[in-house]
């Protein structure tokens, strides 16, 4: 295959870099494939930070408004789309920079996903149902008791992830953290990934949850809730979903919402530095004030 192969731009929410992205676009002749696990949802926009019709009419966007919000998403059916974007992107022998957060992407994208069965859908929706008469929480616990490691890295609140690693436990009996150790055999890479001060990085998230609710997060929530997103328990995870869902059937008020959704991208923010941290791989940039980043990104990229 002719091309040059993809490189990786990393780093937490709100830091910058799908700025970054279109300002090396401006340099290197590249095309950008999203990894972002709510930036494929048609409709799911400021919630997402998803680029602009402007910026994807000027830089090529893959991975982007390919799903209805009803539609189910896995890291595997990522690696399958963006390896498929990636070799045409190289046929036109431009560059396939591959930009998001969402760690189990780009992990499954760069080496590969491991190979466990998939459980009954019998089991699946059992443990669902479970989630929504007991809460997430109950599946936390559940899981902290066969897979602390696991339970260590999911969020309390994450019932994708949740329910995938129980099915898995539950169906192999194995814990889902001893799948992903055989899985974890990095492959060579170029992985750059951008960071801030902690406290510039939290200031930006706020900034940026008081921009959407300024550019109407909420109208759009009432948007989703109309299209159906409450049957996707991939949709739900989008930060905002469920805290602007309470506030909407008066559970909390907006105020409460918007401070939570504060909370949560912090807390989001720091699970993707501890993610990226621990891959070998990445070379950190940090972000600056004069853009003087975007040159060294260019320059690791090279020719």
Request: contains cysteine; aromatic residues 4%.
């Given at each position: 295959?002719?091309?040059?192969?993809?490189?990786?731009?990393?780093?937490?929410?709100?830091?910058?870099?799908?700025?970054?992205a279109?300002?090396?676009?401006?340099?290197?002749?590249l095309?950008?494939?999203?990894?972002?696990s709510?930036q494929?949802?048609?409709?799911?926009?400021?919630?997402?930070?998803?680029?602009?019709?402007?910026?994807?009419?000027?830089?090529?966007?893959?991975?982007?408004?390919?799903?209805?919000?009803?539609q189910?998403?896995?890291?595997a059916?990522?690696?399958?789309?963006?390896?498929?974007?990636?070799?045409?992107?190289?046929?036109?022998?431009?560059l396939?920079?591959?930009?998001?957060?969402?760690?189990?992407?780009?992990?499954?994208?760069?080496?590969?996903?491991?190979?466990a069965?998939?459980?009954?859908?019998?089991t699946?929706?059992?443990?669902?149902?479970?989630?929504?008469?007991?809460?997430?929480e109950?599946?936390?616990?559940?899981?902290a008791?066969?897979?602390?490691?696991?339970?260590?890295?999911?969020?309390?609140?994450?019932?994708?992830?949740?329910?995938?690693?129980?099915?898995?436990?539950?169906?192999t009996?194995?814990?889902i953290?001893?799948?992903?150790?055989?899985?974890?055999?990095?492959?060579?890479?170029?992985?750059?990934?951008?960071?801030?001060?902690?406290?510039?990085?939290?200031?930006?998230?706020?900034a940026?949850?008081?921009?959407?609710?300024?550019?109407?997060?909420?109208?759009?929530?009432?948007?989703?809730v109309?299209?159906?997103?409450e049957?996707?328990?991939?949709?739900?995870?989008?930060?905002?979903i469920?805290?602007?869902?309470?506030?909407?059937?008066?559970?909390?008020?907006?105020?409460?919402?918007?401070?939570?959704?504060?909370?949560?991208?912090?807390?989001?923010?720091?699970?993707q530095?501890?993610?990226?941290?621990?891959?070998?791989?990445?070379?950190?940039h940090?972000?600056?004030?004069?853009?003087?980043?975007?040159?060294?990104?260019?320059?690791?990229?090279?020719?």
């Open positions: 295959m002719n091309g040059p192969r993809p490189v990786y731009l990393v780093g937490p929410t709100g830091v910058g870099k799908s700025a970054a279109l300002a090396l676009a401006e340099r290197i002749p095309e950008i494939v999203s990894a972002d709510m494929v949802y048609r409709g799911l926009d400021i919630l997402s930070a998803k680029p602009s019709r402007d910026d994807r009419a000027r830089v090529p966007h893959h991975l982007v408004d390919i799903l209805d919000v009803t189910p998403f896995s890291a059916a990522f690696r399958r789309l963006a390896q498929q974007a990636i070799v045409d992107i190289r046929r036109r022998k431009k396939p920079l591959v930009v998001g957060g969402t760690g189990l992407y780009v992990k499954a994208l760069a080496d590969g996903i491991f190979d069965p998939e459980a009954a859908s019998e699946r929706n059992q443990l669902l149902a479970e989630a929504k008469r007991s809460g997430p109950q599946l936390h616990a559940r899981l008791e066969v897979d602390p490691e696991a339970a260590g890295r999911i969020a309390q609140h994450d019932v994708q992830r949740l329910v995938r690693a129980l099915e898995v436990y539950e169906t009996g194995r814990p953290s001893a799948h992903q150790t055989e899985w974890d055999r990095p492959q060579p890479c170029l992985m750059l990934c951008l960071r801030l001060p902690r406290e510039e990085l939290y200031r930006r998230i706020e940026r949850v008081d921009a959407m609710f300024d550019a109407g997060v909420v109208e759009e929530v009432e948007r989703l109309e299209a159906g997103i049957q996707s328990p991939t949709a739900m995870q989008a930060i905002g469920a805290e602007l869902i309470g506030a909407l059937r008066g559970k909390h008020s907006l105020d409460e919402a918007k401070r939570l959704i504060k909370t949560h991208t912090r807390r989001y923010a720091k699970r530095l501890t993610w990226f941290r621990k891959d070998a791989r990445i070379t950190w940090d972000v600056e004030a004069s853009n003087s980043h975007v040159a060294a990104l260019a320059h690791a990229i090279g020719p």
